[in-house]
Every structure is written in C-alpha cells, then in structure tokens.
C-alpha cells in the first residue's frame, strides 16, 4: 500500500549505520504537518542556546579582561594619584610625622 506523502510520517532507527531501518507510520496530514513544526521549533530553540553558549564562552574571557583593562587603566592612575596626595603632605625630613 503507497500512502500518500502528506499522511505519513518516516522514522529512521540509525542502530546500523550501514543499513537504517525505515518505519512509515500512516497519520493525518495535519499531525504530519504539526510534527515538522515542532521537529523546525525545537532546532531553531537547540541553534539559537547553542549560539547563547557560543556567546558566553566568548564573552566570559573579554570581560575578564576588560575588568583587567579597566583597572589598570583606571585604577591604578588614581591609586598613584592618591599616593602622590598622601605624600605630598608628608614632611620628607620627618617620615613619622603625619
């Protein structure tokens, strides 16, 4: 009997590789329909977490360095800024006074 190819759904057992078992299930047209539908949601939802993934992995190390970059761009300037101020009010004769 030869279903017609909107009223069958195939499902491919890949035990062996060499030789797949192909099983045609008969159903209506409008499952057939629902069933690719949802087979494109779900890879379109498992691309768009593995991009996600992609992402974090990328994004993880550059803001790591970023903060490195940030401090030593930012912070550290006002650390020796600060130090000056310090010592500027300091008497270099007398080191223990405040």
Do not use: C
């Not at 010592?87 to 223990?96: K, S, V, Y």
């Amino acid at each position: 009997m030869v279903l017609a190819p909107n009223n069958r759904i195939e499902i491919v057992l890949m035990a062996d590789q060499a030789a797949p078992i192909h099983l045609w299930v008969q159903s209506s047209a409008e499952l057939a329909r629902r069933l690719e539908y949802n087979k494109e949601k779900s890879t379109r939802i498992l691309g768009g977490s593995a991009v996600l993934l992609l992402m974090a992995f990328l994004l993880i190390p550059a803001a790591t360095v970023f903060l490195f970059l940030l401090g030593v761009i930012v912070v550290f300037p006002l650390a020796l800024v600060g130090m000056a101020g310090y010592f500027r009010g300091r008497d270099p004769q007398n080191w223990t006074a405040p």
